[in-house]
């Protein structure tokens, strides 16, 4: 017997992969159901049993990532829990990790900008709201600086890792970034 899940999720791994694919060549606006149907082997009204139309797919596809994203953010925001920054960063590099498709996408000429900047904006007020509990001598423009710093590099660092094809791992990058961010300059001296 077949697994009607697992259907479900095959159906919706090839309609996000025929998206992505579609993504990279022309703007959302110039994509139809039919084209994309037709690049994912799928009727169009299988597409219809799962989403209103290609906007729809694509902010579901967003709204998965989302809630990685901010997932991987939780133990920052955790009262009960330690300041881990390790453990977040590597958290949200495999986030990126999982939907390298979409970010791909995303930091292209037809993606959506206005999604990489809403996680930032968010990750921005989470960021702060863990570095007011544990920091609370830094005020507002020392927290601001903090995080305009350090989103900036860690963004230009994930987009680097991204065009270049994401050859080393996550946690490489989560490594990396961790080190830069407590060490600075010193990061530069230390051996490979």
């Given at each position: ?123 921005k007020n989470s960021v702060a709201q863990s570095c007011r509990q544990y920091f609370p001598d830094a005020d507002e423009w020392q927290i601001n600086a903090y995080f305009t710093f350090i989103a900036g590099g860690c963004f230009a660092l994930m987009e680097r890792w991204i065009r270049e094809g994401m050859v080393e791992s996550s946690a490489v990058l989560a ?18």
């Open positions: 017997m077949h697994n009607p899940e697992h259907r479900v999720q095959t159906t919706k791994k090839l309609l996000r992969e025929a998206l992505m694919t579609l993504l990279a060549e022309k703007p959302l606006r110039s994509i139809t159901v039919k084209e994309l149907c037709l690049r994912a082997k799928l009727n169009r009204g299988t597409f219809y049993a799962h989403y209103a139309d290609v906007y729809d797919l694509l902010d579901r596809i967003e709204a998965e990532m989302e809630a990685d994203f901010f997932a991987a953010l939780e133990p920052m925001l955790s009262a009960a829990g330690q300041l881990t920054p390790p453990k977040v960063t590597k958290k949200v590099f495999e986030c990126i990790e999982a939907n390298a498709d979409l970010c791909r996408v995303t930091i292209g000429p037809f993606g959506d900008k206005e999604f990489g900047r809403k996680l930032l904006r968010e990750s490594d990396a970034a961790q080190q830069i961010m407590e060490s600075g300059i010193a990061f530069l001296r230390r051996k490979a």
